[in-house]
């Protein structure tokens, strides 16, 4: 069934931001003080990314991005990022069901055809079967980093200048906005970080400039549809003057 405002128990803000990203961190942490292995905390965190995308969808945000593995993650140890594709996996083979039916679009950011090819199979599935909807965004970051992003989308526009098919005078943000792999969503609002940490992680540095921000202490596993809508009330409540008065 959708949820609702009423089945998570949270009324919805007055103001909301059409989009919210999240960095999900945490997972290690929780699992140390319950000892228990990290990998159960990767597994409560894919617990915490379902309830947070029914909530968001309750809510009525336009559109949710989760920082799920950046391209920095693949200094972990092996069994972790394995550990970590097969949650990935879980998590597409038991929920693109209900993303389907929710009428959600599922978008991917990164470079993700790095990983396992059966695990490129499950997200180019999931990101056809839900093309054609019509509904809010989930927008999954995958072996994505910010700095390479950009550094991309420079290379094209430098490449098209160089053959003659746009003045480079003509290169201004909304040419760089064209070539970020987050085009097709709204602008981003809320970036929301958990466990304590006070920095960006390589994330959305082009996407947040304009952002608000907020720092909870919350571990991720713990982060839930109560925490989602304190975290836009908090928004609801900045004065976001984009530099003027």
Known sequence: MMATAAATHQPVPEVLPRHVAIIMDGNGRWAARRHLPRAAGHRAGVEAVRTVTRAARAMGLEALTLYAFSSENWRRPEDEVSGLMGLLKFFIRHDLAELVRENVRLRVIGDYRRFPADVVALVEDAVERTAANTGPILAIALNYGAQAELVAAAQRL??????????????????????LETRELPPLDLLIRTSGEQRLSNFLLWQAAYAELLFVET????????DLAAAVDAFGRRQRRYGGL
């Open 219 to 226: 571990l991720w596993p713990d982060f839930g549809a109560a």
């Open 158 to 179: 430098a490449a098209r200048a160089a053959a003659g098919g746009m003045d480079p005078a003509a290169i201004d943000v909304d040419a760089v906005e064209r070539e």
